[in-house]
């Protein structure tokens, strides 16, 4: 069986790993480099992917495509402001989604991070000699559904078996063989090449609990980099009255020295950057030269903001996860980025331990992701590590007045299955409406709808006879597949979670911040809608008894008539005190109308309430409802 290989599909840079005689290693790419560049360009009809792309970005700004992950499994109106920061051009493409424009074609962010997969694999391929198809591919643990399935769809289209999908930091801390170690409490800071991430990690029994994610989506080693071109280029220009940013050419060559001063400056105290030739004097026509000494001491200065920012997150992961830097028995080191001294300084700093950092940082996660490779092939070596990952929020769907029924509750491992059986709420209602939501609100409103589908063609059947019942399924990689099927008539509809919504982190940590801020509002908000609720069922209960007790007085009949019709009136107008005087009287002439009924045929003692339905049930979407 050929070997299963992890990637860590960065932002910045990507990573291939595999297993080889029980150990993770990293595979060299073609160039002989053990990280490839996540850039692709299009010259002509020519592709370029890794370090021959990168090379050449300021030159093809608009046709050179580098941190397309930011797009990946996402909305366009959520990625508008983000389009504004590429110099290429990001626009929206085909039901709201997400297209990237080059040479007149438009790509979607899957079939660019396809580019990237396929070098690493046919790379790969060639150097362990036999063909690669099953992969395991990360992502960061605030990935939503959309961005996991779109990232397991990036690797269908190069071609490739997606095995699983799985968080960076779970990957991190398996390179870290700390699945090993039992229960752990683990902070994973991840610096890389434009993102931030911080993950708290409960590790216990092979389950790897995120506790929680924060960071930053805008701070990474590019920044670094840029602060040093802005220092070079300010420089130059006091001294020849010229900016080097102008100029493309030299622009590119500015970055790549920056860069490499920078990653010197993580071994060595000072280091000299010289570019020969940089530009031609505008006057005079002469070449201008470039040569600067920059120390370690100049580094940290220039960059003292940027080392300020990443404090911010890591105390704010802490109190999300309700620790104190003490409790955390490991810290780990991901990206590029944490080899810079200053960075390891501050980690030491706010968490009062000093790092673990036996794994290489910018490796540790592909070779995380070759382990789970190994898991799931089975590989003898690993023994029997079960890993479970856990869903990030509550999943479940719209009920009656806007209301949640959750399915699948936050934290819950994976994979997992529920299934619901929910009814109608209006008497030969033909549908339902399946509303897929994930937050932590009690209302529908309040949190992210994933997708909505229709279950039509329901035979005509009093309110809450229906069975219909909702099945969530989510994989080991987090994706789910809802279905729903109505059990008389067999009918059934269902829907995978694609590319259609996204939540992104900031919007994952708000959304469970104003779940706790807002608890008191909304169960007040809650008791308002049940209220209304349980009348309007009782309402529609009172209509089936007309229909079904049609021997009873025409009096009766009117008398329940009008108390149903104030029911309906009562629900419309949304005033609490009406719904409670109107529910009190339907109550009442109901119990009457039915005692009457009963007395009036003794024959048919048994007719009582077909509805087997609860006061206090939840009804979908106005007309759909958990049955008993
Ligand atoms: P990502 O996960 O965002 O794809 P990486 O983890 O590969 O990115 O980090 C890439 C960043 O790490 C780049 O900005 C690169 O310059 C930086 N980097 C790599 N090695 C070093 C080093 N020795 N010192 C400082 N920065 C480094
Ligand atoms: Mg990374």
Do not use: C
């Amino acid at each position: 069986m050929p070997k299963a290989v992890g990637i860590d599909l960065g932002t910045t840079n990507s990573v291939i790993a595999v297993m080889e005689g029980g150990r993770p290693e990293v595979i060299v790419n073609a160039e002989g480099a053990r990280t490839t560049p996540s850039v692709v360009a299009y010259k002509g009809d020519e592709r370029l992917v890794g370090q021959i792309a990168r090379r050449q970005a300021a030159l093809n700004p608009k046709a050179t495509l580098f941190e397309v992950k930011r797009f990946i499994g996402r909305r366009w109106d959520e990625v508008k402001e983000e389009a504004a920061r590429v110099p290429f051009v990001v626009k929206e493409g085909p039901g709201g989604s997400v297209r990237i424009e080059v040479n007149g074609q438009d790509l979607a962010p899957e079939q660019v991070s396809a580019e990237v997969l396929r070098k690493l694999v046919q790379d790969a391929s060639a150097k362990l000699g036999e063909k690669i198809r099953d992969v395991v591919i990360t992502v960061p643990a605030y990935f939503d559904n959309s961005q996991r399935e779109a990232t397991k769809q990036a690797g269908e289209i190069a071609g490739l078996n997606v095995l699983r999908v799985i968080n960076e930091p779970t990957a991190a801390a398996l390179a870290y063989g700390l699945e090993r170690k039992g229960n752990e409490t683990v902070l994973v800071f991840d610096l890389g090449g434009g993102t931030f991430d911080v993950t708290i990690l409960e590790l216990g029994d092979g389950v790897f609990e995120v506790k929680s994610t924060s960071g930053d989506t805008h701070l990474g080693g590019a920044d670094f980099d840029q602060r040093i071109v802005a220092w070079l280029a300010g420089e130059f220009q006091k001294e020849h009255n010229f900016d080097l940013r102008k100029d493309p050419q030299a622009l590119q060559r500015l970055i790549e020295a920056a860069e490499k001063a920078k990653i010197e400056l993580s071994n060595a105290s000072e280091t000299t950057i010289s570019l020969p030739f940089i530009t031609f004097d505008p006057e005079t026509r002469t070449p201008l030269h470039l040569e600067r000494t920059l120390t370690r001491a100049k580094f940290e200065e220039l960059t003292a903001d940027l080392l300020r920012r990443v404090r911010q997150p890591v105390e704010q992961a802490l109190a999300d996860a309700k620790l104190s830097a003490s409790q955390i028995d490991e810290v780990i080191l991901v990206g590029g980025s944490t080899r810079i001294p200053a960075v390891k300084r501050i980690v030491k700093d706010l968490i009062g331990k000093d790092p673990n950092e036996s794994v290489n940082p910018d490796e540790a996660v592909a070779l995380g992701a070759a382990v789970q490779a190994g898991i799931i092939q089975g590989d003898s070596n690993l023994g029997d590590i079960v890993l479970v990952d856990v869903t990030p929020l509550t999943l479940g769907v719209e009920v009656k007045g806007g209301m949640v029924a959750p399915m699948i509750p936050r934290n819950t491992t994976v994979p997992a299955k529920k299934t619901e059986i929910y009814t109608t709420a209006e008497n030969n209602q033909p549908g339902v409406e399946i509303n897929v939501l994930q937050g932590e609100r009690p209302m529908a409103a309040d949190n992210k709808s994933l997708g909505r589908f229709k279950l039509e063609g329901i035979p005509p059947m009093p309110a809450g006879r229906p069975q219909i019942e909702v099945t969530f399924d989510i994989d080991a990689n987090g994706i789910l597949h809802v279905t729903a099927k109505e059990k008389t008539s067999g009918k059934e509809a269902s829907i995978r979670i694609e590319n259609t919504t996204t939540l992104d982190k900031s919007d994952v940590e708000r959304m469970v911040r104003e779940a706790e801020q807002n608890a008191e509002a909304d169960r007040k908000r809650r008791e308002k809608v049940e209220k209304r609720n349980n009348l309007d069922s009782l309402r529609v209960q009172a209509l089936a008894q007309l229909d079904e007790q049609a021997g009873a007085s025409e009096e009766a009949k009117q008398k329940l008539k009008a108390a149903a019709d104030e029911a309906e009136e009562a629900v419309r107008s949304d005033d609490d005190s009406r719904i409670e005087s109107a529910q009190k009287r339907l109550e009442e002439e109901l119990r009457s109308f039915m005692t009457a009924a009963q007395q009036g045929s003794q024959a048919q003692a048994s007719a009582a309430g077909p509805q087997a339905q609860k006061q206090d049930d939840d009804v979908i979407d106005a007309d759909f409802k958990p049955a008993d």
